[in-house]
């Protein structure tokens, strides 16, 4: 080993001890970007630092040293909820190697309408990427289904990254992770493999019972065809993928939330139901369920 790895490696190591033990409460700790040479998918939600607001700041008011960012919770996932508020996230990266790193930063959010992540380059503070319903999907940094952010850290350099969250009003679900590029590729093909097979399957039984009501002419497959449907877009929607293929110009399909869709899904099968039970000449009425 040269003496130039070892006095890397032994700066790393104190930059990362001193993270650790001194960091007071708002403060991130700083994430060793050699950890997603260890692991498949890293999990970096409890490193980051977070701040909400009622307000829509840019970032020369984040920046500012009266902002009080907060140690995120020890969890994979912060759960939110419905809530007013405005999010900013703060990430700190380091690169130990003596070359430059690229690794992908995953974000699942549910209802983000914009996100805007910003690096520390030569001395300015520059945005990378934004993506989020707001934006068409081919317009996305990365061509996923959730929100992906490529992000190059230098050789020997500490960068600090924030990542502004515009999911005002929505139920919010956030959930940080890093993984490199080609790992990355497998998680992507395996994901869409699962989902192909289940939309694939949604779609069959769709067809199946629409078939079933133009050979038998009974209404009730016609129903279970539209709830079937109705099941398929809740699965698009509840993993995002209604962007990627349903077309964003169908707008409705963006803005209507996943509990929507749902409701709909179930008053459709409590229908259903009941043409199934009152099938024949005794009569059929709309039944409402209380939600």
Excluded at 243 to 260: E, G, K, N, V
Aim: glycine share 4%; charged share 20%.
């Amino acid at each position: 080993m040269s003496l130039k790895t070892t006095t890397t490696s032994i700066k790393a190591l104190i930059a990362i001890i001193i993270a650790i033990t001194i960091s007071p409460t708002g403060t991130s700790q700083i994430i060793d970007l050699r950890l997603c040479d260890s692991v498949y998918q890293l999990s970096i939600t409890p490193q980051i630092s977070v701040f909400r607001t009622t307000e829509k700041f840019g970032l020369p008011e984040i920046l500012k040293p009266t902002t009080q960012f907060t140690q995120a919770e020890d969890e994979t996932v912060l759960v939110y909820n419905y809530d007013p508020y405005y999010y900013w996230f703060r990430f700190i990266l380091h690169n130990s190697d003596n070359v430059d790193k690229d690794v992908m930063l995953i974000m699942a959010p549910v209802g983000m309408r914009e996100g805007k992540l910003y690096q520390h380059r030569d001395d300015t503070w520059q945005m990378l990427h934004q993506t989020g319903i707001k934006y068409r999907f081919r317009d996305r940094p990365y061509p996923f289904m959730h929100n992906v952010f490529p992000v190059r850290v230098g050789a020997g350099a500490t960068d600090t990254l924030y990542l502004y969250a515009d999911a005002n009003g929505s139920n919010k679900t956030f959930g940080f992770a890093m993984m490199k590029p080609k790992d990355l590729k497998i998680f992507e093909s395996r994901t869409y493999f699962v989902f192909g097979i289940i939309v694939g399957l949604l779609a069959l039984f769709c067809i199946f019972n629409i078939s079933l009501y133009f050979v038998l002419k009974v209404k009730t497959n016609l129903w279970y065809a539209l709830y079937i449907g109705f099941l398929f877009l809740i699965v698009m929607k509840n993993d995002h993928l209604d962007q990627q293929f349903l077309l964003f110009q169908f707008r409705f399909l963006h803005t209507a939330s996943w509990s929507a869709q749902s409701r709909l899904a179930f008053r459709q099968e409590v229908y259903t139901c009941r043409l199934q039970i009152h099938a024949g000449n005794r009569p059929v009425y709309w039944y409402t369920p209380r939600l």
